[in-house]
Antibody, heavy 121, light 109 residues
Framework: QLHLRESGPRLVKPSETLALTCTVS??????????WGWIRQAPGKGLEWIGS???????EYNPSLKSRVTISADTSKNQFSLNLGSVTAADTAVYYCARHAASGPLTFDFWGQGTLVTVSS | DIQMTQSPSSLSASVGDRVTITCQAS??????VHWYQQKPGKVPKLLIYDASNLATGVPSRFSGRGYGTDFSLTISSLQPEDIATYYCQQYDNLPLMFTFGQGTKLEIK
């Protein structure tokens, strides 16, 4: 069974960089049939896709966040990471890592439990 | 960018009622729409994929329909465990992009 778990600081200061890691177990992030993505949900708000990474390091980002986002992978640790720069209070949210297929119906079928990151001084 | 307009934003219904939630895309997106259920404090769960296909393990009282710009999710007979917020989600491959609707919070009367 595939399992994803987010980790990283829960509190980030304004203007700094939010950094989270997703550890994957039960499958390799190097498989060519899956993308590995980040989604966030501000308190009481809806879901927003941040970006995804694919085998070989190919990345795709939400245009609204692209200038501040970097997603990378460490295949030796079976982890992928999110860096979001120049954060403000508007970036306070639950951040989820999730898997979606590389082709066919692009559904998010496995999710981490999510981690609340608060941006505050 | 494609916008997904979901309505209503909240809905109160009785057990046994038929409930319908709609999602309208700002342009033709074929059948590239999924529906998710998110219970309070929980992770979103896939209900319907590609507009009308029931995900594995989802009760048959859930159904989806639509094509092009107009989509809907229907619960044929509302159950207490269906209390949740429901989201539509569209996707595109080129370039890769996912957009969620604003959500519909469903409550029991």
């Amino acid at each position: 069974q595939l399992h994803l778990r987010e980790s990283g600081p829960r509190l980030v200061k304004p203007s700094e960089t939010l950094a989270l890691t997703c550890t994957v177990s039960g499958d390799s992030i190097s498989i060519t049939t899956s993308y590995w993505g980040w989604i966030r949900q501000a308190p009481g708000k809806g879901l927003e896709w941040i970006g995804s990474i694919y085998y070989g390091g190919r990345t795709e980002y939400n245009p609204s966040l692209k200038s501040r986002v970097t997603i990378s992978a460490d295949t030796s640790k079976n982890q992928f990471s999110l860096n979001l720069g120049s954060v403000t209070a508007a970036d306070t949210a639950v951040y989820y890592c999730a898997r979606h297929a590389a082709s066919g119906p692009l559904t998010f079928d496995f999710w981490g439990q999510g981690t609340l990151v608060t941006v505050s001084s | 960018d494609i916008q997904m307009t979901q309505s209503p934003s909240s809905l109160s219904a009785s057990v046994g009622d038929r409930v319908t939630i709609t999602c309208q895309a700002s342009q033709d997106i074929s059948n590239y729409v999924h529906w998710y259920q998110q219970k309070p404090g929980k992770v979103p769960k896939l209900l319907i994929y590609d507009a009308s296909n029931l995900a594995t393990g989802v009760p048959s009282r859930f159904s989806g329909r639509g094509y092009g710009t107009d989509f809907s999710l229907t619960i044929s007979s509302l159950q207490p465990e269906d209390i949740a917020t429901y989201y539509c989600q569209q996707y595109d491959n080129l370039p890769l992009m996912f957009t969620f609707g604003q959500g519909t919070k469903l409550e029991i009367k």
